[in-house]
């Protein structure tokens, strides 16, 4: 962003322009670049910086992952330590799987 700062005029002007930064992305960071280089029509992230597919903010991806494990992960990346959580992570997977017949079943009991 400084450099384009420190830049002169765009030559030629009226030019269109592809803006590529070499930095982490922010909020806004497109908007930033067009109002000091209105003639830019897009504002890209290199390769280094550019969320990759399958993670989010560095960290991989949950698809394909199955319920159990993704609730035991939540507490952890919320840094919660309760030891009550993967007994009740467990306990509603069970409620919310529950098949229609089991419900009937175990509602008769």
């Not at 005029?9 to 930064?21: E, N, Q, S, T």
């Not at 670049?33 to 280094?48: F, S």
């Not at 992960?73 to 229609?100: C, V």
Request: glycine share 10%; hydrophobic share 30%.
């Amino acid at each position: 962003m400084q450099t384009i700062e420190a830049s002169g005029p765009v030559r030629p002007p009226g030019a269109h322009l592809r803006v590529v930064f070499a930095e982490p992305g922010r909020p806004r960071l497109g908007d930033l670049v067009r109002e000091r280089l209105p003639n830019a029509l897009e504002v890209l992230l290199d390769g280094a910086h550019r969320p990759q597919p399958g993670s989010r903010d560095g960290k991989p991806s949950r698809a394909g992952r199955s319920p159990l494990p993704l609730l035991g992960d939540y507490p952890e990346e919320r840094d919660i330590d309760d030891p009550r959580i993967p007994g009740m992570s467990a306990e509603l997977l069970d409620e919310i799987t529950e098949s229609p017949e089991d419900a009937v079943i175990s509602g008769d009991a």
